[in-house]
């Protein structure tokens, strides 16, 4: 087959990595792709929101799939383009309908159908300019802290916890009235703020059936201890210690059923991942899961942390998806532990340089090096973003996985380069 898959992240240096392993390819395109995508396959320059542009080169390289890597083309609707574009139809994308979709283009469209269909996730309520003093008035009946999260998409910066009221009160406004997050702020959610430790559960499915793929927490903050600015994430690991057979026993009964059971009762069509990040909380009762978001993709760094854990054939497991027989297909999952650590540009989140030469990622010893904000620029690799290159290590245990990713980490340099030397460090504490 002839494969393209639209993203120039460490998600696609991932997928693309894994399906070239399969004896199912014939060629595979990434649109834009990145430094180390161009290992795979073909790099082509091509945005994946430009949807007359990918039709155009689908048709011309007769390309069987599309694999759709980031959120905004889903948002934006490229498998509708698909389905309504007679030459097209017929071609696979892997990735939800534009309906579908809104799980994570509208933060208040995925509150509303987790309430429908009996999904634990906290208390909340929406607000636009039209209702703002209501908004005001109802911060002032909440616990704090507070969660403002932006309706629609703010490229990961939309959420805000807030320790006071006032501080709340400032920011409603500021992200209804002066627009803080562009359009993604006019209407705003205001959600219980959840205790607990996160965890990213990832499903595949064919909108029938699905299949559970291996669970990652990730890190957000760019500082060690989890401090600092949230970032696009630091790191991950899978698996994650505390989500053992009777807590992911509870996240599949309790979320993953209802919600693939709740978008055929809503007659949403589903084709692709389903990214659910929850908050394990402890309780009287136990360890409860909470949803705190869906996204419609897969995350990154995670992805870069489960691909290598899946020992299937990736581009079998699509073909289930698109054929609507993923129920058939066998989901292996290794037994090892893989960690991510993320290596970054100096100054980021905030404000950094693009352009540095990058020297070492022939010296990695124990790991693979997913390139991210990468570019070719006559033949030497520099940076092209704020997260650079993900570098992840298989291993048989997590403290092995963790000292080798760390340690390949420190063998990569440009500069300014800047990664958290204590990934996974809090999972070796916990049970």
Do not use: W
């Not at 696979?92 to 509208?106: C, D, R, T």
């Not at 300019?129 to 309706?151: F, H």
């Not at 703020?193 to 595949?204: A, D």
């Amino acid at each position: 087959m002839n494969i393209l898959i639209l993203g120039s992240g460490g998600r696609e240096s991932a997928f693309a990595s894994k399906m070239a392993q399969s004896s199912l390819l014939s060629q595979l395109y990434i649109a834009p792709g990145n430094a180390g995508t161009s290992a795979y396959g073909k790099n082509v320059d091509l945005k994946p929101t430009n949807f007359e542009g990918i039709a155009e080169f689908v048709l011309k390289n007769q390309v069987q799939m599309v694999v759709v890597g980031p959120e905004e083309p889903l948002v934006k609707g490229i498998h509708d383009f698909f389905l309504n574009h007679k030459n097209l139809k017929h071609i696979p994308v892997i990735g939800p309908q534009m309906q579908g979709a809104q799980l994570e283009g509208s933060k208040d469209f995925s509150k509303q159908f987790m309430i429908r269909h009996g999904i634990p996730t906290a208390a909340f309520r929406s607000f636009n300019k039209e209702n703002l003093e209501e908004g005001l008035s109802y911060l002032e009946t909440q616990k704090l802290p507070i969660v403002l999260k932006a309706d629609g998409l703010a490229a990961g910066k939309g959420v805000l916890i807030c320790e006071s009221l006032d501080d709340a009160k400032k920011e409603l406004k500021a992200m209804i009235y002066d627009a803080k997050f562009g359009e993604a702020s006019s209407t705003v959610v205001i959600e219980e703020f959840l205790t607990g430790i996160e965890l990213s559960v990832f499903v595949l499915t064919d909108g029938i059936s699905y299949k559970i793929l291996p669970e990652a927490k990730d890190y957000k903050r760019i500082g060690e201890g989890d401090t600092g600015l949230n970032t696009g994430g630091m790191g991950s690991i899978s698996p994650v210690s505390f989500a053992n057979a009777e807590f992911m026993k509870k996240v599949e009964d309790r979320v993953i059923i209802p919600t693939i059971e709740g978008l055929k009762k809503d007659h949403i069509p589903y084709k692709g991942f389903i990214f659910i990040g929850l908050m394990a909380t402890d309780t009287p009762q136990g360890r409860e899961p909470y949803v705190i978001e869906y996204n419609v993709r897969m995350g990154d760094p995670e992805t870069e942390s489960v691909i290598p854990r899946i020992e299937s054939d990736l581009i079998d497991l699509f073909l289930g998806v698109a054929n609507e027989n993923l129920a058939e297909k066998e989901l292996k999952i290794s037994s090892k532990t893989a960690a991510t650590v993320m290596i970054v540009a100096g100054g980021y989140p905030g404000e950094y340089a693009k352009g540095k030469t990058i020297t070492g990622i022939e010296n990695l010893r124990h790991s693979i090096a997913f390139h991210a904000g990468t570019e070719l620029d006559n033949g030497v690799i520099k940076t092209n973003g704020g997260r650079v290159i993900a570098i992840t290590s298989l291993q048989d245990n997590l403290f092995d996985a963790v000292q080798n990713a760390t340690a390949d980490a420190g063998r990569i340099y440009f500069d300014g380069r800047y990664f958290r030397p204590d990934i996974g460090v809090d999972l070796m504490e916990i049970s």
